[in-house]
Structure formats: C-alpha cells, structure tokens
C-alpha cells in the first residue's frame, strides 16, 4: 500500500516541476524582451557597454587562449594517429580546422565562457541586488534593466562570436605546431588542403553564428540568475551554480539543435 502511494505521488511532484519549469521560461523570456526593449533608451549607457565588453571579453582572453593552443594540439596529434593509418595525413589541415570551427570553437569558447564571465555577471547582479543598489535606482526612477542589464546582456552577444574566432585562429595554430615540426606533416599540404577544403560561409560564418547564439544564451542565464537570485551570501552563490550548469546544458542542447540545421 505504502509503495502504491509513494508511486502516485510522483505524478502530481512532476506535474509541479513541469509548470514551475513553463513557469519560470515564460518570467525569463518576458524578461529578456523587457532587457531588449530597454537597449538604447535614457539610462542605458553606451559607455557601461564598453566597458562590460572588455571586463567579459578582454579579461577571458587570456583563458581562451590557452584552452584554443592545447586544443588544437591535442586535435594534431589524435588527428594524425587517426589519418597515418589511411595514408592521408596531408588533410591534416583540413581536419583540425573543420573540428575547430564548425564545433570545438564555439563550445568550447562557450562553456569557458560560461565559466568565467557568465559566473561574475550573475555575482556582480546578485551582489548589487543583495545592496538594494537595484531597489535605490527604482526608487530614483532608474530602470535597471536599462543602466545595469542590457549592457551586461549585449557585452556578452558582442564578446563571444570575437573571442570563438580568436579561438579557432589559435586552435589551428596549435594543430599546425604539432603537425608540421613535431609530425612532420608537409607545410605546403597543410595550408593548402585546408584552404580548398573549408568554406568561409558554410564553415566559419556557421560556426561564428553559433557562437551568437551561445553568446545571447549565456549572457541571458547570468543576468537572469543574477536578478532573480536570493538577496543573500547563500542565495548569490547558488544562482551563480545554476548559471554555470544551466548554461552548460543550454549550450550543448542549442549546438545539437544548431547543428542538425546547419550541416
């Protein structure tokens, strides 16, 4: 009796889970078009853009720099392993860029820049949320969505898509350092393999519109998590958790949905 009750009570649990979940997409979505709306009216602040633009973006080169050069020498060394056997270790070039910019550059570039910038928009928001900064500008007639959001919101879209090519120009790099002095892999077949093999439109442009794509999904998590969050230590802490995870999930679940579309 006791196990047939514990069964039936997982049908009204998922039922609340579910509308909590349609729930809380439609609050989200409303917010993010009330952020939009608010780009360009009195308090937003191109200057504030500017800067967001490099706390995100300049601040995380460094991260992704790193992270593109051992990608791409990893992919040299796994990709010639793999070619040697079939002989065809001069579309080396080809296979570490495809890799690079179709998909490892963008998730890649996303997930680290979930992981650092996304963490400190939710943090920051959170933060001046916990202050009541954000209640003292409603209460001076500030819209906040205007003055602190949507320049956090649009640095993120703007950042991205540049920091994923940088990413990939690394990458490939990386895969030539490893292929052609340590492989020995033939420079000219290299570079030229590549050059005939991907497409600047079907290829990198198609990567670089997933990375915008990433790049709004990211920065929505952040700022949302940041202004729903709990005015507290505990309560800061755990919307930047869920922003990591749920930006993580969001960005591997797009890259699939994206890719069935585009290639």
Do not use: C
């Not at 993010?32 to 200057?47: E, I, N, P, S, Y």
């Not at 993120?156 to 990386?174: E, H, K, R, S």
């Amino acid at each position: 009796m006791h196990a047939k009750a514990g069964w039936w009570e997982v049908v009204p649990r998922t039922g609340h889970v579910l509308l909590e979940t349609v729930a809380n997409l439609g609050t989200s979505t409303r917010f993010l078009f009330k952020t939009l709306a608010a780009v360009g009216q009195r308090h937003f602040q191109w200057r504030q853009l500017s800067r967001q633009v490099y706390s995100v973006g300049v601040l995380s080169l460094l991260l992704m720099l790193v992270a593109a050069l051992f990608t791409g020498m990893v992919l040299g060394f796994q990709g010639y392993n793999t070619l040697v056997r079939f002989g065809a270790t001069e579309s080396l070039g080809t296979l570490v860029a495809l890799s690079l910019v179709r998909e490892l550059g963008p998730v890649l570039a996303a997930l680290l820049f979930a992981g650092r910038a996304g963490s400190a928009l939710t943090a920051e928001i959170g933060l001046m949320k916990t202050t009541e900064q954000l209640a003292a500008m409603e209460m001076m007639a500030v819209n906040p969505l205007s003055w602190v959001v949507a320049p956090r919101l649009l640095a993120g879209v703007i950042a991205l898509p540049i920091l994923t090519a940088i990413y990939d120009v690394v990458g490939v790099w990386g895969g030539y350092l490893i292929a052609v002095p340590v492989m020995g892999v033939d420079n000219g077949a290299f570079w030229s393999q590549m050059q005939a093999n991907v497409s600047l439109v079907d290829d990198v442009l198609s990567g670089l519109a997933k990375a915008l794509v990433f790049g709004l999904a990211v920065s929505w998590m952040a700022t949302w998590q940041g202004y729903r969050s709990e005015p507290s230590a505990e309560g800061v802490g755990r919307a930047t958790t869920r922003t990591v995870v749920g930006s993580a999930l969001v960005v591997l679940a797009l890259d699939f949905v994206l890719t069935a579309l585009m290639f």
